[in-house]
């Protein structure tokens, strides 16, 4: 099964940028891949998913403009470039990933995803 391993968090301006990365220990074809976070408190919230070809990609209204998702099924790693960092973009970030039949589909609700990763923090100081 393929396991999940996300890095590239730390601490951070507002303004600033990140770029986080998820890295499979196989291959992830036919993997879609999502981003969530958690901030202290709060639910799990969904930020980004893409299809397993990379074609079609979902992001919360919240980070439109700012975060872009992207995937390299070579190099079995997704990313998550954050730009604009804001404080309220503060959480553990965690990538998840399932199998997908569908070429172009992209999973947004948690409960669509059964692989997970452990988490990375990001903090944004204002």
């Known amino acids: 099964q393929v396991r999940l391993v996300e890095s590239g968090g730390g601490l951070v301006q507002a303004g600033g940028s990140l770029r986080l990365s998820c890295a499979a220990s196989g291959s992830f074809r036919n993997y879609a891949l999502g981003w969530f976070r958690q901030a202290p408190g709060k639910e799990r919230e969904f930020v980004a998913a893409i299809s397993w070809n990379g074609a079609s990609t979902k992001y919360v209204d919240s980070v439109k403009g700012r975060f872009t998702i992207s995937r390299d099924t070579a190099e079995s790693t997704m990313y998550l470039q954050m730009n604009n960092l804001k404080p309220e973009d503060t959480a553990v970030y965690s990538c998840?990933?399932?199998?997908?039949?569908?070429?172009?589909?992209?999973?947004?609700?948690?409960?669509?995803?059964?692989?997970w990763g452990q988490g990375t923090q990001v903090a944004v100081s204002s």
């Open positions: 998840a990933g399932r199998f997908s039949s569908s070429d172009y589909r992209y999973y947004y609700k948690s409960d669509d995803y059964g692989i």
